[in-house]
C-alpha cells in the first residue's frame, strides 16, 4: 500500500527516530488493513510545543506525550474510504500526530524500557486513535486497543521489555 508519512521535526530528531515514527506508521495502518493510500502527519516536537497544543485545542493546560487529530470519526476497525481521498494525490488525509520527543524519553525512563520502544509505543496508539479507537473506559474499550497496541507492536519487534 502506499501509504505516506509526513514528519515535521519542531526540534532536533535523530533520522533513527523518524525512521522508528514511520516503521511505526506504515506497520499499525497495514495491521489494520488499511486498504486505501491514507496520509499521516507528524509533528515531533517538545513539551512546550505540545503544551502550547495541547492548551490551544484541547484546554489541558499540561504538556502530555502524543495529541492525535483525526480527519475522519471512525469506529474501531472501521476503514477509511476510497471515495475520501484528496483528489490531487488520490490519498486519504487520515490525521495528523503531535509527538512530544521530550516526553517520550522521559516515560521510557520512567517505564524503564528504551526510547524506541516508547517513541513506536506513541506512534501506534496515535495511529489507532486516528482509526477512531479510544480508552475513554478503563474497560472494554481501552482493553481492545491496548491489545491492538501490542500485536502491532510485536509486528514491529517490540516488546514490553524493550526493542529489539
Given amino acids: 500500500?502506499?501509504?505516506e508519512v509526513y514528519i515535521d521535526a519542531e526540534v532536533e530528531t535523530?533520522?533513527?527516530?523518524?525512521?522508528?515514527?514511520r516503521r511505526s506508521v506504515l506497520t499499525a495502518l497495514e495491521e489494520e488493513q488499511v486498504d486505501v493510500p491514507c496520509i499521516v502527519a507528524v509533528c515531533v516536537t517538545d513539551d512546550g510545543g505540545i503544551h502550547q497544543t495541547n492548551l490551544?485545542?484541547?484546554?489541558?493546560?499540561?504538556?502530555?506525550?502524543?495529541?492525535?487529530?483525526?480527519?475522519?470519526?471512525?469506529?474501531?476497525?472501521e476503514k477509511p474510504r476510497a471515495e475520501w481521498a484528496e483528489p490531487d494525490t488520490d490519498k486519504v488525509p487520515l490525521g495528523?500526530?503531535?509527538?512530544?520527543?521530550?516526553?517520550?524519553?522521559?516515560?521510557?525512563?520512567?517505564?524503564?524500557h528504551s526510547p524506541e520502544r516508547e517513541v513506536?509505543?506513541?506512534?501506534?496508539?496515535?495511529?489507532?486513535?486516528?482509526?477512531?479507537?479510544?480508552?475513554?473506559?478503563?474497560?472494554?474499550?481501552k482493553a481492545r486497543m491496548r491489545a491492538r497496541e501490542e500485536t502491532i507492536l510485536g509486528k514491529l519487534g517490540i516488546t514490553r521489555e524493550g526493542a529489539e
Avoid at 14 to 21: D, G, L, R, S, T
Avoid at 96 to 108: F, G, K, T, V, Y
Avoid at 125 to 130: A, E, G, I, N
Fill in 56 to 77: 490551544e485545542m484541547r484546554g489541558v493546560d499540561r504538556p502530555t506525550d502524543v495529541l492525535s487529530f483525526p480527519m475522519f470519526e471512525l469506529e474501531p476497525g
Fill in 1 to 3: 500500500m502506499e501509504h
Fill in 96 to 112: 495528523d500526530m503531535m509527538l512530544s520527543l521530550e516526553r517520550a524519553r522521559a516515560q521510557a525512563e520512567e517505564f524503564g
Fill in 14 to 21: 535523530p533520522a533513527a527516530v523518524e525512521e522508528q515514527i
Fill in 120 to 141: 513506536c509505543y506513541l506512534a501506534v496508539h496515535s495511529v489507532l486513535h486516528l482509526l477512531g479507537y479510544d480508552h475513554l473506559d478503563e474497560g472494554p474499550m
